[in-house]
């Protein structure tokens, strides 16, 4: 069975810096490319980055670019997001999601809340 | 970037009745195209995979189609289960966008 289990979510203060993971069991992870996906409270769908399967390929969305920094782990079948300078708008739910096949695999979330 | 105009946003709807959610791309997006089912409190769950192909264990009332650069969902026959938002994604492009999302609700 599939797993993908994220952890390391909670409150954080403007600016600062938090970083969320994300264990992966079930299937191949070093031969799968993953994503991380947010939903703020009450909104829709929004993609935040996406890392290649061997970590050629890094691609972020503006918003948080130069701010995130998506990597992984393949010999701990782990994903992560180090998250710096953190702003209000970054309040949302965290998944973390396997891509290859068309985003076919979510994990539970994670909630960050960026406040003072 | 590749919007996603999701319509309509929110449905009122009956069990039995034939749904259909759109999407319109505001560029060509080709067979990249999901659809996505969330219920309140959970995770995304995959339906639909390049426009028209039924992700495992979605039953067959679920449906994909397009015509030109409008994308669908069909859900016939609605049950009390699939009664959720529903997203729909490009991933033809980066940035990846989602359309603005879809509640179906109980009349």
């Known amino acids: 069975e599939v797993q993908l289990v994220e952890s390391g979510g909670g409150v954080v203060q403007p600016g600062r810096s938090l970083k969320v993971s994300c264990a992966a069991s079930g299937f191949t992870f070093s031969d799968y490319t993953m994503a991380w996906v947010r939903q703020a409270p009450k909104k829709g769908l929004e993609w935040v980055a996406t890392l290649s399967y061997d970590g050629s390929r890094i691609y972020y969305r503006d918003s948080v670019r130069g701010r995130f920094t998506i990597s992984r782990d393949n010999g701990k079948s782990t994903l992560y997001l180090q998250m710096d300078s953190l702003r209000s708008e970054d309040t949302a739910t965290y998944y973390c999601?396997?891509?290859?096949?068309?985003?076919?695999?979510w994990g539970q979330g994670v909630m960050v809340t960026v406040s003072s | 970037d590749i919007q996603m105009t999701q319509s309509p946003s929110s449905m009122s709807v009956s069990l039995g009745d034939t749904v259909t959610i759109t999407c319109r791309a505001s560029q060509d997006v080709g067979i990249y195209v999901n659809w996505f089912q969330q219920k309140p409190g959970k995770s995304p769950r995959r339906l639909i995979y390049?426009?028209?192909n039924l992700a495992d264990g979605v039953p067959s009332r679920f449906s994909g189609s397009r015509s030109g650069s409008d994308y669908s969902l069909t859900i016939s026959s609605l049950e009390s289960e699939d009664v959720a938002d529903y997203h729909c994604l490009q991933y033809d492009e980066y940035p990846r966008t989602f359309g603005g999302g879809t509640k179906l609700e109980l009349k």
């Open positions: 999601a396997g891509v290859t096949g068309g985003f076919d695999y």
């Open positions: 390049r426009v028209t």
